[in-house]
């Protein structure tokens, strides 16, 4: 009897059993706070810009409608205006004092983008001051923006140093 | 055979494949946790524009996050800020002794702006004159690159 007891003992020395229920558990507790935080998000871009602070023109006033605003743009050379319609669309656009027709957004903007790459493929253009009507809509200036950026300019940077002015707001149109 | 016969009256299933696969999906899901999601503002729907550069991994520079809604209120790490004016004075402050900025210098900070496709130029360009008055003249104007069920038409 001593000896089965023995072998039997000897037969089950080897084998070591550990419980997989409870770190299963706990792994599917850790899986399911994850599962709950996850929150993928959209696919982003960017537009990057650099613009320092405004430097008042001293004495600088005006009260006419569309006028420039008081703020210095010496060091821009190329000055783009837009002007907005009551319900936020391009009505005028202006870049270095060429005035582009005007059609839907997208045309305009092409045509645009042609007469600013002209414009900044010559050296020393490197920087721009864009005058915007307050009534615009925002993903407007964007597209105008990121049209701007996009270009490269003759050392094969984009271009980023851009300065961004509200305009006077008509008085009843 | 995935388990094992120990008698007769039971048997018991092999957990260390179920375990393995749980291993690897908790491995997945620690990679792509986002911790800083909440300076992100999901309410917003922002322009789209397909051929903006994607966002540079991993900023060189601090992020301050600036999210405007359509409705024109500025959110900051989840709260409403009342007075952005004040907000970014004490910001602009703060990181200006951080970083022992000399005054008049432009901060080391990056304005990341995510404004609602409907707003006016107004309300954004006020933000962003108030950011430059104190200091911060980096900003990074976020959209996305396409549309997505949320963010509705080109």
């Known amino acids: 009897m001593r000896r089965n007891t023995r072998r039997k003992r000897n037969r089950n020395a080897g084998k070591v059993e550990l419980n997989m229920a409870a770190m299963l558990d706990m792994a599917f507790q850790l899986l399911a706070f994850f599962i709950l935080t996850f929150h993928p998000s959209d ?131 | 055979m995935s388990g094992s016969v120990d008698d007769l009256n039971g048997c018991e299933p092999n957990l260390v494949p179920i375990l393995d696969m749980v291993f690897q999906l908790i491995t997945f899901f620690m990679l792509v946790v986002n911790f800083s999601a909440n300076e992100v503002d999901r309410e917003l729907i922002l322009p789209v524009i397909g051929t903006a550069a994607p966002v540079e ?24 800020q009342i007075n952005v004016d004040f907000f970014l004075n004490v910001e602009a402050q703060t990181i200006a002794r951080l970083h022992n900025v000399e005054r008049g210098k432009g901060l080391p900070v990056r304005v990341v702006v995510r404004g609602d496709n409907s707003l006016k130029v107004e309300r954004v360009l006020e933000v962003v004159d108030l950011c430059r008055s104190h200091g911060f003249d980096k900003f990074d104007f976020v959209v996305m690159r396409s549309a997505t069920s949320k963010a509705g038409k080109l």
Do not use: W
């Open chain 1, 43 to 173: 696919v982003e871009a960017q537009i990057s810009m650099l613009m320092p602070p405004p430097k008042p023109i001293p004495g600088a006033a005006g009260t006419s409608k569309n006028e420039l605003p008081v703020e210095d743009s010496t060091g821009f050379p190329i000055e783009i205006t837009c002007v907005a319609s009551s319900t936020g669309e391009i009505e005028k656009l202006q870049i270095a004092g060429h005035s582009m027709a005007i059609g839907t957004t997208e045309q305009t903007l092409a045509s645009f983008s042609d007469r600013a790459q002209a414009i900044f493929d010559t050296p020393g253009n490197d920087s721009a001051q864009i005058h915007v009507d307050p009534k615009l809509r925002y993903d407007i200036l964007i597209k105008l923006l990121d049209t701007c950026t996009n270009r490269k300019l003759p050392n094969g940077e984009r271009l980023t140093r851009i300065g961004i002015t509200q305009l006077k707001s008509a008085t009843a149109q």
């Open chain 2, 57 to 80: 991994e991993p900023s060189k520079s601090e992020l301050l996050v600036l999210n405007i809604r359509s409705s024109g209120d500025v959110f900051v790490r989840g709260e409403k």
